[in-house]
């Protein structure tokens, strides 16, 4: 599965983003985004199941961000509001081709090259 994110950029703080990410069309049954801040490990930001169910948020992030779908285009969304200096980071989209209850991040095995969302105070 190839996959290609969009939508990076600089914003101020409590502004918004939308980030984009097409697959290839291959059969995935799960999709996520990710990112990695400078000096931390990579971390969940938001996933769901190909089918739109299963949604599950990073902590830091529930009520600000929200995971959706399009199948006609095989692409995944990831909407940004209120967006806070520690929302900087690279932003990666992944896929699964399998999805479970619990799934792990290592359960992804497909990865997008990453777009960088800086946010400004």
């Known amino acids: 599965v190839q996959l290609q994110a969009s939508g990076g950029g600089l914003v101020q703080a409590g502004g918004s983003l939308r980030l984009s990410c097409a697959d290839s069309?291959?059969?995935?049954?799960?999709v996520g985004w990710f990112r990695r801040a400078p000096g931390k490990e990579r971390e969940l930001v938001a996933m769901?199941?190909?089918?739109?169910?299963?949604?599950t948020y990073g902590d830091s992030v529930k009520g600000r961000f929200t995971i959706s779908r399009d199948n006609r285009n095989n692409t995944v969304y990831l909407q940004m509001n209120s967006l806070k200096p520690e929302d900087t980071a690279v932003y990666y989209c992944a896929a699964s081709t399998r999805w479970y209850s619990g799934i792990k991040e290592s359960d992804f095995g497909s990865w997008g090259q990453g777009t960088q969302v800086t946010v400004s105070s």
């Open positions: 769901m199941s190909w089918r739109g169910g299963g949604k």
């Open positions: 069309g291959r059969i995935v049954s799960g």
